[in-house]
């Protein structure tokens, strides 16, 4: 979900939604939609919603001249909840048109607070979390907007961001910030609000980054910001200075470096909403027990960087749930003669959930009796359609072809579904279980934590640039996440890049090692430490210059400094888990190495973001 704009003032509201829409366009968004509180006696909130693109609400609303009106708010939305229709798309309205409610996040308690609320007799229009908000701020209101607004934020949980109208009030918007943008502009004689400072510099420089746990109330005379406690807060304004197109990459030079930055958000929603109380609750995920001991092995297929996330996941589901899993590319899935039958769980990731040879194999493996689980981006894609179960990663729109933080969630829900499979197996005791939600939960500091190495992994990108062969190196878990590695560097940066499993050196790989040639030597896994150890002697002593990625503060990791020319520390985790923080500083030497060599980093040559011919 993408995009949130609201205004309020003295001059019509519509055209200025639309055009802020329009500016969050590149977010990426499936739907999108408008409501404005009307002039006249008694007011009344109009809405228009479509799904596609925001030509269609320009075409729905004659450029918003139809719609009059000094007050609004507008989004554009990408599904998690419901198929991107018109009835799901936001604003949402309450039950009698009292409020309406644009949102951008997950309230987690949704289904408990909607069976209450259709036990009073509300109906609902849509498939969303987001209509339950609508109808709580109905069902609670007691003639004051703003205690109404702190009421129904004390009932949910969740990550959001909401614009939020009443009818009752006819030129006042509220503003709630947790876990997702939301950035406050002051103009004169009118005040807006967005997600993005795209939609606010043609209209203000003056600006207010909200905080998580604020919110605000805007009339076109003042901007009033509190704490969640309703407390009063100063307004620290800032003054933008970005033109549009730098302010749609928030400040970053490009896509990708922006996208590589989000990560640690992105990961926090794939796996956050589902550590509940010390358990794991799947939405939308029904395999039980008996289910899951009917499948006599697992089969992980996608394309690309997906696969590579599929060969990291392996790892966990083999060794916490002791069921094979063989991790195969779907374009050679789809014309193998595997075994496959009912006894046989096949699990799809991909980021668009429209990968042409990915979607042909589910098929194929369907028609033998395989069941599927979905792991993708994008809700009602027509990978998710032919699944029996689907987990989205919930990581957001990526505009770079490379992806990133498309990679770091599939991993994370995979390593989410191992542990819940486990758990469900029998395979973890309580204690075990409890112990892995823990390290789950603190995935998304690991992978922020990872960001630190920006500028050290500029200063290592000279000793790549000129390089004509790089290799990668890792056992087991470092196996998997070389081969990522070495996919993004040759994807963006066009040097030839090679991983192998470090074991193998000796088995022909080794005859390519000259004087000189860099290798990357991934170590993160400390059980294989030492076998690592003795690949980078191998290869240091044949003359490789050797970069070595090993555990911060793990215990003989300083074994390796005696035959590495460079060491990077990247965040210390469990051995199953350590790839999702580990790739983190692999994607930041790619980009800078691509950036030195000039190449174009969010199109590379030849490269599209969603695959869907063969």
């Not at 949102?103 to 609320?117: A, Q």
């Amino acid at each position: 979900m993408c995009g949130i704009i609201g205004f309020t003032g003295l001059k019509q509201a519509a055209p200025i939604l639309l055009e802020g829409l329009a500016r969050m366009e590149y977010r990426g968004y499936d739907s999108a939609g408008v409501a404005v509180v009307s002039a006249g006696s008694p007011a009344q909130i109009r809405l228009e919603k479509v799904s596609g693109k925001v030509a269609g609400l320009y075409e729905k609303t004659e450029n918003g001249a139809a719609f009059p009106g000094t007050c609004g708010i507008g989004h554009t939305r990408w599904a998690t909840h419901g198929a991107p229709t018109d009835f799901n798309a936001h604003p949402h309205l309450s039950q009698s048109g009292l409020f309406a409610v644009a949102h951008n996040g997950i309230i987690e308690n949704f289904v408990p607070l909607k069976k209450e609320l259709l036990a009073k007799g509300y109906t609902f229009k849509s498939q969303t979390d987001t209509e339950v908000v609508a109808q709580l701020l109905e069902d609670n209101y007691n003639g004051d907007f703003q205690q109404t607004v702190e009421k129904v934020l004390s009932l949910i949980d969740g990550s959001y961001a909401f614009a939020i109208l009443c009818r009752e009030d006819p030129q006042t918007i509220f503003a709630v910030k947790k876990n997702s943008p939301l950035i406050l502009g002051q103009g004169d004689g009118f005040n807006l609000f967005a997600s993005d400072v795209t939609a606010l510099v043609e209209h203000t420089r003056d600006v207010v980054y909200m905080e998580d746990g604020q919110y605000a109330k805007v009339t076109p005379d003042s901007i009033e910001l509190f704490a969640e406690d309703g407390s009063p807060l100063p307004l620290a304004v800032t003054r933008v200075t970005l033109s549009v197109s730098a302010a749609e990459k928030g400040g970053y030079e490009h896509f990708m470096m922006k996208e590589i930055m989000e990560q640690p958000e992105a990961v926090e929603r794939a796996l956050t909403p589902r550590l509940k109380n010390n358990e794991i609750v799947l939405d939308g995920f029904s395999l039980t027990k008996e289910d899951l001991a009917h499948f006599h092995k697992i089969i992980i297929t996608a394309c690309g960087s997906a696969y590579y996330a599929g060969l990291a996941g392996k790892y966990a589901i083999e060794k916490l749930c002791g069921l094979p899993v063989d991790v195969q590319l779907a374009s050679e899935l789809r014309y193998s003669d595997i075994p496959i039958d009912d006894h046989c769980l096949l699990i799809a990731v991909s980021q668009s959930g429209e990968t042409a040879d990915t979607l042909a194999a589910v098929k194929e493996c369907k028609a033998k009796g395989a069941k599927v689980l979905a792991i993708v981006n994008v809700v009602e894609s027509a990978i998710a359609k032919q699944a029996d179960h689907v987990l989205y990663t919930w990581a957001g729109p990526e505009v770079a072809v490379a992806t990133t933080k498309g990679y770091t969630t599939q991993l994370a829900v995979l390593y989410l579904f191992a542990v819940y499979a486990a758990h469900v197996l029998g395979r973890l005791d309580d204690a075990a279980y409890a112990g892995l939600i823990g390290e789950l939960r603190q995935l998304p500091e690991a992978v922020r934590s990872a960001l630190k190495l920006d500028c050290e992994m500029e200063d290592l990108a000279p000793h790549f640039k000129d390089a004509e062969h790089v290799f990668f190196l890792g056992r087991n878990t470092d196996s998997a996440l070389a081969m990522e590695g070495a996919l993004k560097l040759k994807e963006i940066s066009y040097i030839h890049a090679e991983a192998y499993a470090a074991g193998e050196l000796k088995h022909g790989t080794i005859a390519l090692i000259d004087k000189g040639t860099p290798v990357a030597a991934v170590c993160t896994n400390e059980a294989l430490l030492e076998k690592s150890l003795s690949n980078v002697i191998e290869v240091w002593a044949r003359g490789a210059d050797v970069t070595a990625f090993v555990p911060a503060g793990l215990p003989g990791s300083e074994q390796v400094r005696d035959y590495a020319a460079r060491i990077v520390e990247v965040p210390h985790l469990r051995g199953i888990f350590a790839s999702i923080a580990a790739v983190v500083p692999l994607q930041l030497l790619a980009y800078h190495v691509a950036k030195l060599r000039g190449c174009s980093i969010d199109k590379p040559k030849n490269l599209a973001k969603s695959v869907t011919v063969e």
